[in-house]
């Protein structure tokens, strides 16, 4: 094919040289006539104007492509924005719930009352861990109410059915973190008597504990929430945590806990302050038919992935609660033995 296609342009050159070759005269004359070159200048022609279409067509072609680079981000994001709204599953809502679900979600504080009550061997084995005066039929009343400067009140008082025998008074952030926890307990001592008919009397002997949280920097671990604890005016001990702990108490955990509207599924930390010393717990949720459960571990013993760990606390609340509320009942571990704490 190629010794062809060579024959044909050689046979074209001629041509053309021989057209430009023809003297004037010749080509007067020719004029008059009919050309016979025109098939081969059309051929030229449409060959050179079908080359100019392919050249113009790459010159613009360029610039095409560039424009199409520039919008590619604009492209891109409205594809996104389609495939979003169509899935529904990287909405906004979507990746907010994905945020909460790695974070603990409360429910916030309000005015709120509520009797708890326990009897039997247990409590009075409570009681005597408490180091407090009780019998079998004690009961535990918890009120929250708003305080100054958007802190919370709450009020703890356990009788022994007629006296209170302990009183907690606590100080609350609007998470229900602890800053500030006073605790009085009433023992009833008997009186020394001269004489051995007279009846002896039980007086009172009052017991105030503080705590107090506050965050400080320390020369060595820099900023810290630092614990203290004092009895009767009388410094007992000092702690620092983390300055981002979550602080709760004995008593005041129930309160805490009545804040929690959802947990990640690994649980929360928090401390949980027991006799000044602030405990590492983890604090993780089940569900139930009727609600849910949150159980409270020893975070230590836990982490030792023993089979059948004992929780220290559990919290039943019923499913309708969608906002701040007590539990309907507590089960507290008492030297391995279940004490169910149950609201009246």
């Not at 990287?90 to 909460?100: C, D, G, I, R």
């Not at 009550?117 to 009961?139: D, H, T, V, W, Y």
């Not at 059948?308 to 033995?337: C, H, W």
Request: aromatic fraction near 6%; glycine fraction near 4%.
């Amino acid at each position: 094919m190629l010794p062809c296609k060579t024959k044909v342009l050689n046979c074209c050159i001629g041509i053309v040289i021989v057209a430009f070759a023809v003297p004037t005269a010749l080509r007067a004359q020719i004029n008059n006539k009919k050309d016979v070159l025109e098939p081969v200048t059309s051929a030229l022609n449409a060959k050179s104007e079908q080359l100019d279409r392919k050249m113009q067509g790459k010159i613009t072609e360029a610039p095409q492509k560039s424009s199409k680079n520039e919008c590619k981000p604009a492209t891109n994001a409205n594809v996104t924005k389609v495939k979003k709204s169509q899935a529904g599953e990287l909405t906004k809502e979507a990746q907010s719930s994905k945020v909460k679900k790695l974070t603990l979600i409360q429910y916030p504080l309000k005015r709120s009352h509520a009797a708890y009550k326990f009897e039997g061997p247990l409590a009075l084995e409570f009681m005597k861990q408490m180091n407090i005066g009780g019998n079998a039929q004690s009961m535990i009343s918890y009120d929250v109410s708003p305080g100054k400067n958007n802190a919370w009140n709450l009020k703890i008082t356990i009788t022994d059915g007629q006296n209170s025998v302990l009183t907690y008074r606590v100080i609350m952030d609007k998470n229900a973190n602890v800053e500030k926890e006073r605790i009085t307990a009433i023992e009833y001592v008997q009186a020394n008597s001269d004489s051995w008919f007279k009846k002896k009397k039980q007086i009172p002997k009052t017991n105030k504990e503080d705590l107090t949280v506050s965050i400080e920097n320390q020369s060595f671990l820099g900023k810290s929430k630092i614990l203290r604890r004092t009895r009767n005016g009388k410094l007992i001990n000092e702690l620092s945590v983390s300055p981002d702990e979550i602080i709760t108490t004995f008593g005041q955990i129930v309160a805490f806990m009545g804040t929690i509207k959802d947990l990640p599924a690994q649980g929360i930390k928090v401390r949980w302050v027991a006799e000044g010393k602030p405990l590492p717990v983890l604090i993780k949720k089940s569900t139930i038919s009727n609600g849910y459960i949150l159980t409270m571990y020893k975070a230590v013993a836990l982490a030792d992935e023993k089979e059948g760990t004992r929780p220290l606390l559990q919290f039943y609340f019923d499913k309708a609660s969608q906002e701040f509320s007590f539990p309907s009942k507590i089960v507290m571990d008492v030297n391995g033995i279940d004490l169910e704490i149950v609201k009246k």
